[in-house]
């Protein structure tokens, strides 16, 4: 069982010289949530880093997983689901959605490439594949950047993934608006701030992923309420800078060989938002804590070029799993 929530000295990565016990007035239940960009297709070594992916998983306890860079074929199976498969507590629930890379780029046309959610839950998925600007680079237009909806024991959870080169920001900008407006349309009035003080009812969004930008940033601004997009403005929290401490690296070469391989700079791209959680009933929707995940080998090796992190919020009517 997860830990009583109204705790933040959780024992599954806080040092003593680093975290004290601070109680908070939650006390009906949390959700664990661990994010984490697996490079299951295209960096080395994932015969062995599948298991370190598993072992990390078994050792956070997470009701819920969001997973980037997995894919399936025809004669694959899914790198998503061979994890779920291998968690040491059975009765896991998993989801995908990807597309084809372009021709040119991938022959084997049954090959899929995207985002996954596992659930201790049951699963609903739909699939949004996400705008890019016209360009001729072939590593922008021609792999799915894609977002993933996952609807499970209430949850309205997402899981995504941005284009990636560092000078693409034109087309995060594209594609932060579109989830945006994916997540209002699934959402409906749900978030909408009940007139006389009212308490709204329920958790609100979830997103999760490998953003490929950094906090400062004009895409992830925007979907923090700092910066007007075409004249828009959302709110999500940023779960890291609610709750995390220190920097937050999620690629850092120096304490990531494969990234080091990769010759990637230092920076902060993956992350966990949470919708906004203003007059929520039993303060659902507040960030209680966020660690770094993924970030050390448990089994010998590290388990992606990425390290994830794992975010509790509290979820006053969490159902039994």
Known sequence: ???????????????????VATVFPVTDGRLRIAQLNAGSL????????????????DHL????????????????????GWICEHL??????????????HERL??????????AVLSRWPIEHELHLLPVADDRDPFVGWIPWELLHART????????????????GRHRLLQVLAIDDHVRATRGERDA???????RIGMPPIICGDFNAEPDSDEIRFLTSLHVLEGRTTFYQDAWRVAGDGPGRTQDWRTNPIAADLNVHRKRIDYVFVGDPFQRLGSAGRVL?????????????????????????????????
Not at 4 to 13: E, I, K, L, Q, V
Not at 193 to 199: D, E, R, S
């Open 42 to 57: 295209l960096e080395p070594g994932w015969g062995q880093r599948r298991h370190e992916i598993v072992s990390w998983i």
């Open 106 to 115: 991938s022959p084997d046309r049954s090959r899929r490439f995207g985002s």
């Open 153 to 168: 024991a209430g949850l309205d959870v997402f899981s995504t993934h941005l284009v990636a080169p560092p000078t693409g």
């Open 289 to 321: 804590d966020a660690q770094p995940a993924f970030h050390e080998p448990r089994t010998g090796v590290l388990a992606s070029d990425h390290s994830g992190l794992v975010v509790d919020i509290a979820w006053p009517d969490r159902p039994s799993a």
């Open 193 to 199: 701030v009940p007139a006389h003080g009212a308490k």
């Open 88 to 101: 040491a507590d059975g009765g896991w629930a998993w989801a995908f959605g990807g597309g084809p890379f």
């Open 61 to 80: 306890a997470p009701d819920v997983v969001c997973l980037q860079e997995i894919w399936e074929s025809d004669t694959d199976p899914n790198t998503a």
């Open 1 to 19: 069982m997860p830990p009583d929530p109204g705790r933040r000295d959780h024992g599954w990565g806080a040092t003593p010289n680093r975290r």
